[in-house]
T-cell receptor, first 113, second 109 residues
Framework: DTAVSQTPKYLVTQMGNDKSIKCEQN?????MYWYKQDSKKFLKIMFS???????INETVPNRFSPKSPDKAHLNLHINSLELGDSAVYFC????????????FGPGTRLTVL | GQQLNQSPQSMFIQEGEDVSMNCTSS?????WLWYKQDPGEGPVLLIA?????ELTSNGRLTAQFGITRKDSFLNISASIPSDVGIYFC?????????FGQGTELSVKP
């Protein structure tokens, strides 16, 4: 009965590769988000989608491309991975794009070698 | 851009002690939230504050939304070992959450 799930939990890859992280929520929410948490634990929003439409794009390099096939899924594809992309990526969801109670997934730890 | 200054960065306390942490900003926020993150997990919402001056409790946790809408504090009373984790404040404006840097809490039994 997981509310927000992400796969994979861990991802180790070489610089230059392309990888995807998947997120699904079963809460019936219409808004989903991607956050990046750096090594100092700082959490920063990257994107948000409301009903499959991009709402927030926080000046993220265009190597990062979110895709929302339906409102229960928001996937993150990263091209040409760089060392600085190493971080923990969290998916979250909420009801409404200005509603505040966001529910977070368990995170995906990405390590770029 | 908007920033939240959260303090302290870390705390080492004895079980049973009370804890206080706070967040300040130079900007006004519409909502303040407090999250807790356990190791290897995502943040979990503890308390949400929607009105300036609001004081809300959740068990041993109490949080207040500052009257100026630029600050908030979180108190934990009678700490227990499972309170260990990182506590984040977050302010909401324009549909986005802006997070503080986190307060890492360690509790000695």
């Amino acid at each position: 009965d997981t509310a927000v799930s992400q796969t994979p939990k861990y991802l180790v890859t070489q610089m230059g590769n392309d990888k995807s992280i998947k997120c699904e929520q079963n809460l019936g929410h219409d808004t989903m988000y991607w956050y990046k948490q750096d090594s100092k634990k700082f959490l920063k929003i990257m994107f948000s989608y409301n009903n499959k439409e991009l709402i927030i794009n926080e000046t993220v390099p265009n190597r990062f491309s979110p895709k929302s096939p339906d409102k229960a899924h928001l996937n993150l594809h990263i091209n040409s991975l760089e060392l600085g992309d190493s971080a923990v990526y969290f998916c979250a969801s909420s009801q409404g794009h200005s509603y505040n109670e966001q529910f977070f997934g368990p995170g995906t730890r990405l390590t770029v070698l | 851009g908007q920033q939240l200054n959260q303090s302290p960065q870390s705390m080492f306390i004895q079980e049973g002690e009370d804890v206080s942490m706070n967040c300040t900003s130079s900007s006004i926020f519409n909502t303040w939230l407090w999250y807790k993150q356990d190791p290897g997990e995502g943040p979990v919402l503890l308390i949400a504050l929607y009105k300036a001056g609001e004081l809300t409790s959740n068990g041993r946790l109490t949080a207040q939304f500052g009257i100026t809408r630029k600050d908030s504090f979180l108190n934990i009373s009678a700490s227990i070992p499972s309170d260990v984790g990182i506590y984040f404040c977050a302010g909401q404006v324009g549909g986005k959450l802006i997070f503080g840097q986190g307060t890492e809490l360690s509790v000695k039994p």
